[in-house]
């Protein structure tokens, strides 16, 4: 019998939309309505192509074993490694998230999320600075000067404009897009760009030069060079004043600032920018990183409530300990440290660069995942677990940190588990080998 | 020629990645380089022509397409993802982040073969491709 589910978040982006409709046939999905084109990917690939039961690598070959074997040798592998690392966890629940914290501790590992990957270096900046930031429904309601600096939202949250920044219409902001202003800063006319009132196109890799810039107006400083980041003065002199004739401002920002030359230090400027925006010109003024996954913020919360810390958090001393740059998921593999892996509800082999690919490639990695991702190549225990959103409920963050609570909508497979329960057995044979 | 890399996400790697990462709609979406139309002009090269992207940390072939994000002369782009991987820098600077963006990089015209997906981990990562070309480049143990 054909129904429709109403009021479904989705889960692929930072957005977690929460109006989707999902068409479902006898457990089957056969259509989706207001999502996205990668939302509706996700839900209409989810069924397609799943691994029906675990494998193990034996002479180089994945084969099909049972339940019981996969969860015995994962455990075994996380118990006999020196210093194992637990990454992902940005496309899976809080309260798996909450197991993984565990698990960590019980076999001495590293619990990195991809957050490390994407707004790691903004996590580090607001522990310095402190971020002056809002809920989306706030943007949605006041906003009238929207900047998107270094992202590209059109293009990797795609609903994220038409519903909460810049088109939907709000309390204080009756006529939508008419009553804001949008500036975008990136060195491509991206599709955003395109949609732009003003759009400063940049030199590549002078985002810091650009923000000291903007704060050296504000701060009354005089401009000597008659360009900046490839931006006349005149015209960041006249961006500023445009600025300052908004009532409430949001910067929201991308890989742009944190995968370049400077990472956490680009943040930290523009958190200060904001700072003194809000000091001396008086615009309400906000900002806000723009998260990637679904629960990528959630990953974030729970890590903290559990441990203390937002990421790379490391327990082989016994208790957590939290060091960037010597504790992230990147730097143990770049150095060589890291002797086993569990990659759960992540994609390594899209997103991890060349060096850590390598040494990865090197030790036993064991995969919670149910599709033939690249790094099936390299993996050695693969198993295939339900899928939080889809086949099994559980809690996830938004991009401004908003819990929202995941459906199900379809059964999961006959072998497919949910994340909760695949990471409680490993936890307690791995209790039973250390 | 020389140009700067910047690595992205774009709609279409977003829907290749959930359509899985081996269907024709991944491999489509993300090998592949976009670069400005002048570029393309002046290096003389065609819609899908096989292009070598070389940075200090390794070489990748990929398709040379037309950007629709342009103008963005001296920049080229490549989708986040596998091949594009190959060449990023992969020291963190202590931050837990390597450098996706802003990368000198070159490009050159070949009749070399552009890897799959599942190929690219194999052959780069599996079998050590990357390690050799990256010792080749006295890179490997010098890349900061």
Redesign the interface.
């Known amino acids: 019998m054909m129904r429709e589910i109403k009021n479904v978040p989705c889960p692929f982006c930072g957005c977690l939309c929460d109006d989707g409709v999902v068409i479902v046939d006898d457990n089957k999905i056969i259509g989706t309505r207001n999502l996205c084109r990668i939302g509706h990917q996700k839900f209409a690939h989810a069924q397609k192509g799943r691994f029906e039961t675990p494998q193990i690598r034996k002479n180089g070959k994945l084969e099909p074993v049972s339940l019981d074997e996969a969860f015995d040798k994962s455990a075994q592998i996380l118990a006999n490694a020196e210093r194992p690392l637990l990454y992902g966890w940005c496309s899976t629940s809080a309260e798996a998230i909450q197991i993984g914290c565990e698990l960590a501790e019980a076999c001495g590992g590293i619990i990195d999320c991809t957050a490390t990957l994407c707004h790691g270096p903004s996590l580090l900046a607001i522990q310095d600075q402190g971020a002056p930031s809002c809920t989306l429904g706030e943007v949605m309601n006041r906003a009238d000067l929207v900047i998107y600096w270094g992202c590209n939202p059109m293009h990797a949250h795609p609903r994220h404009m038409s519903r909460y920044s810049v088109f939907p219409r709000g309390l204080f902001r009756k006529r939508g897009r008419r009553s804001r202003t949008i500036i975008v800063v990136d060195p491509r006319r991206t599709d955003t760009a395109k949609l732009a009132d003003l759009h400063i196109q940049i030199a590549p890799g002078s985002d810091h030069m650009l923000v000291h810039t903007f704060r050296e107006i504000i701060n009354s400083y005089d401009v000597t060079h008659e360009t900046v980041a490839g931006i006349p003065a005149d015209a960041i002199r006249e961006t500023i004043e445009a600025m300052g004739q908004h009532q409430w401002a949001v910067l929201f920002f991308g890989m742009g600032l944190t995968q370049q030359m400077g990472k956490d230090r680009n943040i930290d400027v523009a958190i200060k920018f904001i700072h003194e925006f809000n000091k001396y010109i008086g615009t309400k003024t906000v900002l806000m990183p723009m998260r990637g996954h679904y629960n990528v913020a959630g990953s974030n919360v729970t890590i903290c409530a559990e441990t203390g810390h937002p990421f790379a958090v490391d327990f082989s001393r016994g208790y957590p300990r939290y060091h960037p740059g010597e504790t992230t998921a990147m730097d143990v593999l770049y150095r060589g440290e890291v002797d086993a892996m569990l990659n759960i509800a992540a994609n390594p082999g899209t997103s991890f660069s060349n060096r850590a690919l390598a040494h990865l490639a090197k030790i036993p990695l064991i995969n919670i995942e149910p599709h033939n991702q690249q790094s099936m190549q390299i993996s050695d225990v693969v198993i295939p677990p339900a899928i939080v959103g889809v086949e099994c409920d559980g809690t996830a963050y938004r991009m401004d940190n908003i819990p929202i609570k995941m459906k199900k909508i379809v059964d999961p497979p006959e072998n497919s588990m949910p994340d909760t329960v695949i990471l409680g057995e490993i936890l307690k044979r791995v209790k039973e080998y250390v | 020629m020389e140009f ?1 890399l ?6 279409w790697q ?2 290749g ?6 269907s024709e709609l991944y491999f489509d979406a ?1 090998a592949r380089v976009e670069m400005d139309p002048d570029d393309m002009e002046r290096l003389g090269l065609k819609e899908n022509d096989a292009v070598k992207v070389k940075t200090r ?2 070489e990748v072939v990929v398709y040379a397409k037309t ?6 002369r001296g ?1 080229i ?1 490549m989708p ?3 091949w594009a ?18 990368i000198p990089a070159t490009t050159e015209k070949t009749d070399e073969r552009v890897l799959g ?2 190929e ?3 052959i ?3 079998d ?1 491709e ?2 050799k070309r ?1 010792e080749e480049l006295k890179s ?1 143990y010098d ?1 900061h």
């Open positions: 700067i910047s690595t992205g996400r774009s709609i977003g829907e990645i959930e359509a899985g990462c081996d993300c940390y390794g950007s629709t994000q342009a103008p963005h920049l782009f986040f993802g596998t991987n190959v060449v990023v820098q992969p020291s963190t600077e202590c931050t837990g982040m390597p450098n996706c963006k802003c997906a599942h690219a981990i194999k780069y990562y599996a050590g990357w390690g990256a490997y890349i």
